[in-house]
Structures are given as structure tokens and as C-alpha cells.
């Protein structure tokens, strides 16, 4: 009998100490069950009383911590019915604690099943934790977003803890709709079509059907706008939506562009690419003829018209933007032989897939013979200081003379020039940081270098990155790495791992265009960037339009939040910076300051802004080896 109670005393002590911990590690064993054990192993030692007490006094103290808290808390049982609920949760759900204890999880969830949930559960157990975001139906109808943890104690018994997201949530949804859809007519615009074209492309090649593409172009809009106002126009164009929406297929994507042009994207046509074109052509035609109805705009009644260009696409073998050219493309010959009519591009309409075709052949040999040039944006702070640059890409062609990036980017990405031109302007950006550090009015610039999904994406990019810091004797923090947003959903966990390699090398990153892409509030907390960079869709349109005030301060509270720095692009006009600067925004890029300049000149407004004398520096342009473009990087040998 001795040894029993000997034991027990120890066993209740081990429990005990348990007891004891911080409130916060009752996340991981449930206090009743532990608290039942100890007094049970207390009763049978000789100690007795004056510890039974400590003990129910610390578990009723726990219990009414739990109680207090603000975040909810549950114990399950393995089936998922409520075992335990704290009044944090009742609030959140507007349940009276009994009535909560006659349910289960599944009673509340908005798409989970009874099964579902016993999967759930039995991964749980499996795992030991998991961590998630889901929704509950409150007990007067409306959703609430909860972020839940919940631990296993055993087969049979789970702890969850919880926490109200709903704002943050709603907070997202409505940047994503801002951001996605045209605030005029509601429909998906550009960034949204983009999106769902790349969709449409993967899914046409799994299931071979033949799709199209319809790019609608009002014929005389501007005369509208001219004779009856903005709003009568606008007006129309809300009309105009509706009419197309009344001639397509349900399923079918009608797009505002921009402006008075619309997109359509049409799936699932036919395995047949002449039955597809005809199908295509009369759904185009029924857009047609509903556009040309009578359109009464106040007192004032137009006869409206519309030309329309349709490209098909079968599978992923063009882009969503070559897709969108071949339309357009097809739209102007619409245009140009008589308006209001379909026009369906076909192979006689090569010309400009022609030129496309010299462009990759004559950017091939601007590689070698260096016609390639860097310019540099200023970038400036809140009282005009240059604080860096953005280096920028320029083709001088021979024949052409100057190439813009639009016009040769694109190529260089579909044909894959783009991975040795990139590793040619990191290299080029590193050269001219090591030189800067020899003057005190450049040393502390930095340089922001514009990183394509094929470079960043290549398995060695990391490694030949720090190889190159190596090579050249600059803070490394003075080198910025400029990603899209689309790039960094793209794989999320991968390119998380690197973006962590490359701030461990001291590197700064800026997500680049924010607003335009798909990147949740969640993702954006996991990924270790510096920066934001409003995108200057949004700049644009400051002045005019309110939305994107509130999507840009809405950017701008998001970076603060998460301690992130904001920069705007794109800024052409004092009033931009004005209203950019009065919602939080202090660091900027745009025409206004200096559109993208040479090297030499980039330098002339970095010492005249600091009082110097330029001359009296000497040379700040690299004077060593200057290697050609195809170098031994990982870029060229891909």
C-alpha cells in the first residue's frame, strides 16, 4: 500500500507541474482530463487536502482565463460535436453556450460536410495539429471568417482555439474586387481577362475544344462623348454591357477592357475548328446586331455601331497576350474594310506575326553586337531627394532606332532571350553599384532591376546571384530585386524559399504592380519583401477616379501594417503627387521627376540635386573587361 501511495503522490506532482505552466500551453493538453488525473492520484497520497486545493484553484483559474479571452475556444470530441465552448465563442456566433453544446462543427460550417469533417478530423489526429481558415453561420444568418488552430489530446478529444477574421477578410475581398472589376459596368477588366484567358488556354488544352476570343471596339464613341457628355457616354457603356451580356452564352466572359472596348472569351466550341468559327462567328454576329439597336441617351437617341475581331485558339500554344493581338488585330481589319462587321483572323493577317518573327532574329543579334542599352529612372523621396533608380531595359536598333520595351520584351520572353538579357543587366547593375561606392554623393543609391518568372524561376538563380556579389564589392542592400505579384503566387511555397535565400544574401526584393494580381493578404505576411510598388494603373487614374484612391490607400495602410516600404509609379503630374502624398505615400517614380535617362545623365541630376560638381568626380561609369551579353551565366547556357 505504501509503494501505491508513494507513486501516486509522484504521478500527481508530474501532473501538477503540468498545471502549472503559462495558460498559453493548455493549447496542447486539455486541463480537464489532466486536472481529473491529478486529483485522483492527490486522493491516494498523503498530502492530501492543501494540494487538492492549489490544484482546483489554478484549474478554475485557467478556466476563467479561457473564459475572458477574446479569441474562442472549443473541445471536440472525434465525431466533431462541441464538448466545451468558451463565451468568447458564444459571442462571436450569437449562441447561448446550451444551445452550442447540442450541435456539432458541421450544424455551423458554410461548405464543409458531415464526412469532410470526420476527414478533417482524423488527419488532425494523424498530424497532431492543423491550422486553417473557414466560415461559420451565425446564429442570426450571416457568415463569420474564423482562423482556427486545433490540437489533438487524443483519438477521441480535440482542442481548438480561434480567432474572428471576418474584417481582415472583408477588408481583402473588397481590395480584390476593386482591383478586378470595372467599377462602372461590373464586369472583370483587363487584369481579371488576363487571368481567365491563361485559365481558358490550360483547360482547351486538356479538353481540345476550340475557343475564341471577340475584341469589340466601338466605331464612334468619341462622338458620343463629344456631343452628350461623359455621363451620357458612360451611360451607354453600361448599356452596351448589359446588351452583351444578353447575346452570349451562359459561361461565356464578357470584359471591359478599358475605355469603349470590350473583350469576349468563349470556351468549349468544338472539337472542329470550322464548326468552332461558325459558332463563334454567330454568337459575334448576335453581339453585332444588339449593339446596333437604338441606344436613347436622354432626348438624344444614336444609332450605335461596333467592330468586332475574332481569333480562336485551340490548347495552350499561343499566350493570352498573342491571343489578344490576333483579335485586335482582326478588329482593326474590321475597321478598315467598313466597320460594324465580324471579322475572323486568319493567315492572311500574318504580316504583323511576320515583323514579330524579324523582331526575335534582330533581337538574337543585338545580344552580340551590345545594341542593348540601360537607362535609369529616379526614384525620390518626399522632398525630391534621388534615392536610386529603376534600371530599364533599350534596344537601339541600326534600322529602327529606338526600341521601346514593349515592343521587345514580350519576344524576348517567349522566345527565351530574356533569361541571357537578364543576367546581362544584373551584372551590368552590380558593376555600377562597385563603382558608386567611390563617391560620397552615389554611394548610397540603390539600383531596382526588374526579374523575369524565367529567371527567377531557373534552378541556379540563387546560386549565380551570390556568386556575382562575390565578383563585386557593394552593400548588398543597395541592390533590389523587382518581382511581379503574379510571379510570387506562382508556386507559392518554392518561391518563398528562394525569396528567403535571397534576403539572406542581404538583397532587397519589391513586389512590383501590387494591386494587379492575385496575392491574399495571407501569402503577403510569408513573404519577406521590403517593398511595394503601387502600379500605375492605379496612378493614372487618381485624379478621376475615386476607386482607385481607395484601392491606392488601401495599398498604402497594407504596407504600413506589415512594415513594408510604399512606392508609387507611374507619377506624371503634380496632382498625382499630391493626392498620393496626402493618403500616405512618400516615396516616388514617374515622368514627373525624370522620364528614364542614360547613365551619364542619370548622374548629372544626382549631383546637381546634391550641389556637386560632376566633372570634378571623375569617371563613375565601369572601365574594366566589358564582357558580351552572351557571358558565362546561367542565363546563357539555358
Request: charged fraction near 20%; glycine fraction near 6%; include cysteine.
Amino acid at each position: 500500500m505504501f509503494v501505491l501511495t508513494v507513486g501516486a503522490v509522484a504521478f500527481g506532482c508530474d501532473m501538477l507541474s503540468m498545471l502549472l505552466l503559462p495558460i498559453e500551453s493548455l493549447q496542447t493538453e486539455l486541463w480537464e482530463a489532466l486536472a481529473t488525473a491529478v486529483i485522483t492520484s492527490v486522493a491516494l497520497s498523503s498530502v492530501g487536502l492543501p494540494l487538492l486545493a492549489r490544484i482546483q484553484r489554478r484549474a478554475f483559474d485557467a478556466e476563467k482565463a479561457i473564459d475572458s479571452t477574446d479569441d474562442g475556444y472549443w473541445v471536440l470530441d472525434s465525431l466533431g460535436n462541441f464538448l466545451d465552448v468558451n463565451d468568447a465563442y458564444c459571442r462571436m456566433m450569437g449562441y447561448e453556450r446550451a444551445r452550442l453544446m447540442t450541435l456539432s462543427i458541421a450544424d455551423l460550417e458554410s461548405v464543409a460536410t458531415q464526412a469532410q469533417i470526420q476527414q478533417q478530423i482524423a488527419r488532425i489526429v494523424a498530424k497532431g495539429q492543423e491550422r486553417f481558415e473557414t466560415r461559420h453561420r451565425h446564429y442570426h444568418g450571416h457568415w463569420v471568417d474564423l482562423e482556427i488552430t486545433v490540437t489533438a489530446i487524443n483519438a477521441h478529444r480535440l482542442v481548438a482555439f480561434l480567432r474572428d477574421i471576418t474584417r481582415r477578410k472583408g477588408s481583402e475581398r473588397r481590395i480584390q474586387e476593386l482591383a478586378y472589376f470595372d467599377s462602372l459596368t461590373g464586369l472583370p477588366n483587363r487584369h481579371s481577362l488576363r487571368d481567365r484567358i491563361g485559365q481558358a488556354l490550360l483547360r482547351s488544352e486538356t479538353t481540345r475544344y476550340f475557343g475564341a476570343l471577340l475584341f469589340v471596339d466601338l466605331d464612334n464613341f468619341k462622338l458620343i462623348n463629344d456631343t452628350s457628355g461623359h455621363a451620357e457616354g458612360d451611360r451607354m457603356l453600361v448599356e452596351m454591357a448589359k446588351r452583351l451580356g444578353r447575346s452570349v452564352r451562359e459561361g461565356d466572359t464578357v470584359a471591359r477592357m478599358g475605355g469603349d472596348e470590350f473583350v469576349i472569351l468563349m470556351e468549349s466550341l468544338s472539337h472542329e475548328p470550322d464548326m468552332a468559327g461558325q459558332l463563334a462567328w454567330a454568337i459575334g454576329e448576335q453581339c453585332r446586331l444588339s449593339l446596333d439597336e437604338i441606344f436613347t441617351l436622354g432626348d438624344i437617341e444614336f444609332r450605335a455601331s461596333a467592330s468586332f475581331g475574332l481569333a480562336l485558339f485551340q490548347g495552350a500554344g499561343l499566350s493570352s497576350g498573342e491571343l489578344l493581338k490576333r483579335a485586335d488585330t482582326a478588329m482593326y481589319q474590321a475597321k478598315a474594310t467598313g466597320r460594324n462587321r465580324v471579322v475572323l483572323f486568319e493567315q492572311q493577317m500574318q504580316q504583323a506575326l511576320t515583323l514579330r518573327a524579324q523582331m526575335e532574329a534582330d533581337l538574337r543579334r543585338a545580344l552580340h553586337e551590345q545594341q542593348l542599352q540601360l537607362y535609369y529612372q529616379p526614384q525620390v523621396d518626399a522632398r525630391h531627394r534621388v534615392t536610386g533608380a529603376e534600371v530599364l531595359l533599350r534596344w537601339q536598333h541600326p534600322e529602327r532606332g529606338l526600341v521601346r520595351p514593349l515592343d521587345f520584351i514580350p519576344i524576348a520572353e517567349e522566345s527565351g532571350l530574356i533569361l541571357p538579357i537578364g543576367a546581362w543587366v544584373l551584372e551590368s547593375a552590380c558593376r555600377q553599384l562597385e563603382v558608386w561606392q567611390g563617391h560620397a554623393a552615389t554611394r548610397d543609391l540603390q539600383l531596382a532591376v526588374n526579374v523575369s518568372v524565367q529567371q527567377f524561376s531557373h534552378p541556379d538563380f540563387v546560386e549565380d546571384l551570390t556568386a556575382l556579389l562575390a565578383r563585386h564589392r557593394f552593400s548588398p542592400d543597395l541592390l533590389k530585386l523587382e518581382l511581379t505579384e503574379s510571379l510570387v503566387i506562382r508556386q507559392l511555397e518554392t518561391v518563398i524559399a528562394r525569396m528567403h535565400a535571397i534576403r539572406a544574401l542581404g538583397v532587397l526584393l519589391s513586389m512590383d504592380d501590387f494591386g494587379t494580381g492575385q496575392a491574399s493578404l495571407a501569402s503577403l505576411r510569408r513573404i519577406p519583401i521590403h517593398q511595394l510598388k503601387i502600379d500605375q494603373a492605379f496612378v493614372r487614374e487618381l485624379s478621376d477616379q475615386p476607386q482607385d484612391v481607395a484601392i491606392t490607400a488601401a495599398i498604402i495602410t497594407l504596407g504600413e501594417t506589415l512594415g513594408l516600404e510604399v512606392i508609387a509609379e507611374g507619377v506624371e503630374t503634380e496632382a498625382q503627387r499630391g493626392i498620393l502624398e496626402s493618403i500616405g505615400c512618400h516615396r516616388y517614380q514617374g515622368y514627373l521627376f525624370s522620364p528614364p535617362v542614360p547613365l551619364a545623365q542619370y548622374q548629372s541630376l544626382v549631383f546637381a540635386a546634391a550641389g556637386l560638381d560632376m566633372e570634378a568626380a571623375g569617371t563613375l561609369e565601369w572601365v574594366g573587361r566589358r564582357d558580351s551579353y552572351s557571358g558565362n551565366t546561367h542565363a546563357s547556357q539555358a
